[in-house]
């Protein structure tokens, strides 16, 4: 905040025709000396450094804001690799638990209605999706259990080709 401080003195000018002056010795006292009794060169000198000084205080600002507003685009770009990692993490989540879960329907339904046909049940084939649905969710099959999830993709993927 100091920094910011030294800017606006800049900025406004003041301080720099008091202590720049020119660094000549025809102004020593330029700034301090009473404003009605200056002449006409000596107000353009005053305008001249108050001119520079606003030019040199407004350019640092801008530099500043820039570096500002630079380190604050890296830092979200990094945050919002960050989100997009996670992001896709939950996604991919979202399509293993749905294929392990379609797999694990497909076989319950698929030995429970061959069951109902080696029982000589065929009209009650109609109605075991319906009671598969009142048992509930059902547990991972043993085969896929303690399978890291790499090797299950992998071993889904050659089971659909």
Do not use: H
């Amino acid at each position: 905040m100091g920094s910011l401080w030294v800017l606006f003195v800049l900025i406004d000018g003041d301080w720099y025709v008091c202590c720049y002056n020119d660094q000549s010795g025809k102004y020593p006292q330029l700034a301090c000396t009473d404003k009605n009794n200056i002449t006409a060169e000596e107000k353009q000198t005053i305008a001249r450094l108050k001119n520079k000084s606003w030019v040199i205080g407004v350019s640092t600002l801008l530099c500043v804001i820039i570096v500002a507003a630079l380190v604050a685009c890296a830092a979200t770009k990094c945050s919002n690799k960050d989100v997009l990692y996670y992001n896709l993490i939950l996604e991919e989540e979202e399509k293993v638990l749905e294929d392990i879960l379609r797999k694990a329907a497909k076989d319950k339904l698929t030995e429970a209605v061959k069951a109902e046909i080696n029982d000589g049940q065929r009209k009650k084939c109609s109605d075991v999706a319906a009671r598969l649905i009142e048992e509930g969710v059902p547990t991972i099959p043993a085969e896929n259990q303690g399978i890291p999830l790499r090797e299950m993709k992998q071993s889904q993927s050659a089971a659909a080709k």
